[in-house]
């Protein structure tokens, strides 16, 4: 079971994209193509600052990305890149 503050309730979440649409086709390919990835960043501006690497800010913020094959992966950008859980540049 899983429990968490009322600043952290679903309603308080933002989310910003590269891409205002994402959309794949039957094979699971983008459409269309993009050039770089398209990052999907997913915060809580209400519940203060995203995490850093340093350890600074209030509360995790996660990064979602999707290649132009249609590979989707979620990541923290408080960890380092090297981490299983850490972003890819």
Same mark, same amino acid.
């Given at each position: 079971?899983?429990?968490?503050?009322?600043?952290?309730?679903?309603? %308080? $979440?933002?989310?910003?994209?590269?891409?205002?649409? /994402?959309?794949?086709?039957?094979?699971? !390919? /983008?459409? *269309?193509? *993009?050039?770089?990835?398209? /990052?999907?960043?997913?915060? %809580? *501006?209400?519940?203060?600052?995203?995490?850093?690497?340093?350890?600074?800010?209030? !509360?995790?913020?996660?990064? !979602?990305?999707?290649?132009?094959?249609?590979q989707?992966?979620?990541?923290?950008?408080?960890?380092?890149?090297? $981490?299983?859980?850490?972003?890819?540049?």
């Amino acid at each position: 079971m899983q429990a968490r503050g009322a600043t952290e309730a679903t309603p %308080n $979440a933002a989310v910003t994209a590269s891409q205002a649409t /994402v959309m794949f086709l039957g094979t699971g !390919v /983008v459409t *269309p193509v *993009p050039t770089t990835p398209i /990052v999907i960043d997913v915060t %809580n *501006p209400t519940g203060g600052s995203c995490i850093s690497q340093s350890g600074d800010g209030d !509360v995790r913020c996660m990064r !979602v990305t999707v290649s132009a094959a249609g590979q989707v992966r979620m990541c923290d950008p408080a960890l380092a890149a090297t $981490a299983a859980s850490g972003c890819r540049p």
